[in-house]
């Protein structure tokens, strides 16, 4: 395949991917806030390390972002998938071993969408609002 065909169908697949969350989540595998109502979550090799993150409904909470990678990433949430409508939209942290908490208000419950802002294909999840 040429490169330049071999990056357009790279592309594609990585936009299909971000169409909504998994028909069968594992919500084993979301990283969960603690008592202080703040997850963490980690940027490495372009991808965030887990595919959803658990916060309390009806309050404020924290998003603790780890970054590994030399370039830059953020976390922003939406309503859902489409990204149409940003709820929040964090600050960009270049790494590696840089780390930033985001304040977020309350959310009602629900499941949104969350990514990295200039890498939303391979860097993004679920947000559980329970």
Do not use: K
């Not at 594992?26 to 490495?44: G, H, I, K, Y």
């Not at 370039?71 to 840089?98: C, K, M, Q, W």
């Amino acid at each position: 395949m040429r490169p330049l065909a071999w990056l357009v169908a790279l592309l594609l697949a990585g936009c299909a991917t971000a169409s909504g969350p998994p028909a069968s989540l594992d919500e084993a595998a979301c990283a969960r806030a603690d008592a202080n109502a703040e997850v963490s979550l980690t940027a490495s090799l372009f991808f965030f390390d887990v595919p959803c993150l658990i916060v309390p409904a009806n309050r404020a909470f924290a998003i603790h972002l780890e970054n590994d990678d030399p370039a830059e990433h953020n976390v922003t949430v939406y309503p859902d998938a489409s990204r149409a409508d940003e709820l929040f939209h964090g600050d960009l942290i270049t790494g590696p071993g840089r780390s930033i908490d985001y304040a977020l208000d309350p959310l009602a419950p629900g499941e949104f969408w969350f990514d990295c802002y200039l890498h939303p294909t391979q860097m993004s999840g679920v947000l559980l609002v329970r």
